[in-house]
Nanobody, 124 residues
Framework: QVQLVESGGGSVQAGGSLRLSCAAS????????MGWFRQAPGKEREGVAA????????YYADSVKGRFTISEDNAKNTVHLQMNSLKADDTAMYYC?????????????????WGQGTQVTVSS
């Protein structure tokens, strides 16, 4: 059974940084595309970033471009989301996803597997 386990969430002041990690198991599982989504209270789940694994191709929501960076560690079967210059609007539950890249990268209905989520809270 495929599992995605996130870590690295927490509370930070505006302008600060956090790094989220997502480990996939079993180790033999490989997804062509890994992504991060987030969902704030009362809002729909939205795509934040995604990466075609091993290709260097990445996708970002306009709201996070220049502040967030998605990266892979293939040796550890892990994907990271480095979040800098955090804003109060970034407060949400963040979910790792084995996603679909291309023009459906931000479509939650195209996700194959979800992690359990990790909370990010940014205080202004």
């Amino acid at each position: 059974q495929v599992q995605l386990v996130e870590s690295g969430g927490g509370s930070v002041q505006a302008g600060g940084s956090l790094r989220l990690s997502c480990a996939a198991s079993p180790y033999t599982y490989r997804s062509n595309c890994m992504g991060w989504f987030r969902q704030a209270p009362g809002k729909e789940r939205e795509g934040v970033a995604a990466a075609y694994t091993g290709s260097g191709i990445t996708y970002y929501a306009d709201s996070v471009k220049g502040r967030f960076t998605i990266s892979e560690d293939n040796a550890k079967n892990t994907v990271h989301l480095q979040m800098n210059s955090l804003k109060a609007d970034d407060t949400a539950m963040y979910y790792c996803a084995a996603a679909a890249c291309g023009n459906r990268w931000r479509d939650p209905s195209a996700v194959h597997y979800w992690g359990q989520g990790t909370q990010v809270t940014v205080s202004s």
